[in-house]
């Protein structure tokens, strides 16, 4: 091993921290209805949910080098085309490296631009373009989510060690995004190898592999020891390891599991919720399981930074014991802040049930109160799904509350009186003006189709009747727990 690996995989064995992360997995097939993650690269129009621990682009068949840039200024990153500070100033900071690779295949070229990796995430600057040096139309940009293309992360002995990735698209250029260390200790990054067997409609062979170096911004991370722990109200022990900032980043990682006390009162809950939702296998494992943490940077004046709420996380168990990383534009160098997580997410089991009759719902909104939290049903249609262009329900659902903070789609259900069962398929949600009581507005429209069809039926006609049921909801409650953090 060189000097170089050496202090690389010292620094990536500091970063993972001491947090054992054995593989878990949920309870059920049905990932997609499990735990809804939002995408959790800083709002970023994201294709899929990626993972990883090393990169690079490798090539074969036709490949040629073009000239490196010669200077940032060039830098894609640091031009703002990829809307992300950390790696805007990451790029200004000159450590972005320049690749210029590139694979042409039935008049297609594939090239690979630049590239930024450091110890928490490597992020690929490619652009597709036809032969003559024009830019291909919007069907390029379905290229990476393909079922026949590839993009896998490689160790030093040429072992897979992830395929999953995530990518963006912005103006003509694409980027590709691996997050590392997210299971702790990983094997040292050497190579991301890239195939595609169909750029749009166009199928061909379009093979990359591009090594990268990680040494410069390896130099460049710190590691802040933290190893707090503190127990919120409902029993949920939280430890932060410790704080890392690299050049494009500044991580938090957080350890929380529930105490035996907490546990006894989950197993509780989760008998409430044996047998309920549309996803029945996972319903037990939601107290346990479903839960997050809102926090925010206080400056040194007192002034407060955007709240987020935490979601991405790797489970240790199925009982609620989580590794959490939490990714943020990096830390100013030299400056006192203070990390304050001030809030804490759970779902409960919920008691909603309101029976209405949808052809009277144009007429009078059907109205339900369940303690403060007001639901309102105020329409009920038959339209046309985009996707599988059946026949579906569209239900509007407004909620107002001072404390629920999510409705995950399982935990609608809707059932005729018949006995058929509608799943939510899909839902979006809008919010307004909070009323004179100061609970929150949620607007929903949810998607429904029938469950007796695996693949969800069409609806022809509405039902009579139907009875719409909320087994669980996200409640939000406070928290102060409050960081002093530095970035040396």
Do not use: C
Request: aromatic fraction near 8%; charged fraction near 25%.
């Amino acid at each position: 091993m060189t000097n170089e690996e050496r202090q690389i995989q010292e620094t990536l064995r500091k970063v993972a921290g001491a947090v054992e992360t054995p593989s878990f997995q949920m309870p059920s097939q049905n990932n997609a209805l499990q735990v809804r993650r939002r995408p959790f690269y800083r709002s970023k129009r994201w294709a899929s949910i990626g993972i990883a621990s090393a990169v690079v682009l490798g090539l074969l068949g036709t490949m040629q080098v073009s000239p490196t840039f010669a200077a940032y200024v060039k830098s894609i990153f640091a031009q703002g085309v990829f809307n992300d500070e950390g790696l805007q100033q990451a790029a200004r900071q000159g450590f972005s490296e320049t690749s210029n690779l590139f694979v042409t295949d039935q008049g297609i070229t594939l090239e690979v631009k630049e590239i930024i990796a450091d110890p928490a995430q490597v992020i690929v600057a490619l652009m597709i373009k036809q032969s003559d040096g024009h830019q291909l139309g919007p069907e390029w940009k379905t290229a990476s989510n393909s079922q026949f293309n590839g993009v896998e992360l490689l160790d030093a002995k040429g072992t897979v060690i992830s395929d999953k990735w995530g990518t963006a698209f912005e103006d003509n250029v694409g980027f590709i995004r691996f997050i590392l260390g997210e299971k702790g200790q990983e094997p040292l990054p050497k190579t991301l190898s890239m195939h595609f067997d169909e750029i749009g409609d166009i199928k061909g062979n379009w093979k990359l592999q591009v090594p990268i170096t990680m040494a410069k911004t390896t130099a460049a991370t710190t590691v802040l020891p933290v190893n707090q722990t503190q127990v919120t109200k409902h029993g949920l022990r939280m430890t932060l390891h410790q704080i890392v900032n690299t050049p494009t980043t500044t991580r938090i990682e957080l350890e929380t599991q529930w105490t035996e006390a907490a546990k006894k009162q989950l197993e509780q809950e989760a008998k409430k919720l044996t047998g309920k939702t549309t996803n029945p296998d996972y319903a037990p494992f939601l107290p346990y399981q479903q839960y997050m943490l809102g926090y925010y940077y206080e400056e040194a004046d007192g002034s407060k930074g955007k709240e987020r709420r935490k979601e991405r996380s790797h489970p240790i168990d199925r009982y609620g014991h989580f590794h959490w990383i939490m990714d943020d534009d990096p830390l100013p160098k030299g400056k006192s802040k203070t990390l304050v997580i001030n809030s804490f997410h759970k779902a409960i089991p919920y008691d909603m049930s309101v029976t209405f009759k949808p052809d009277e719902l144009n007429k009078k909104p059907v109205i339900k109160q369940v303690g403060e939290d007001i639901f309102t049903v105020k329409g009920v249609q038959l339209a046309k799904d985009e996707f599988s262009e059946k026949q579906q329900m569209v239900m509007e659902v407004e909620v107002l509350s001072k404390d629920i903070s999510d409705i995950y789609l399982p935990w609608w259900v809707a059932q005729d009186g018949q006995g058929t069962t509608y799943r939510a398929r899909r839902s979006t949600q809008s919010t307004g003006p909070a009323d004179q009581s100061g609970r929150e507005r949620v607007t929903y429209k949810i998607r429904l189709e029938d469950s007796s069809h695996r693949e969800g039926g069409e609806i022809t006609k509405l039902p009579e009747k139907l009875t719409l049921r909320l087994d669980a909801v996200q409640k939000k409650y406070p928290l102060e727990w409050r960081i002093p953090v530095t970035h040396p």
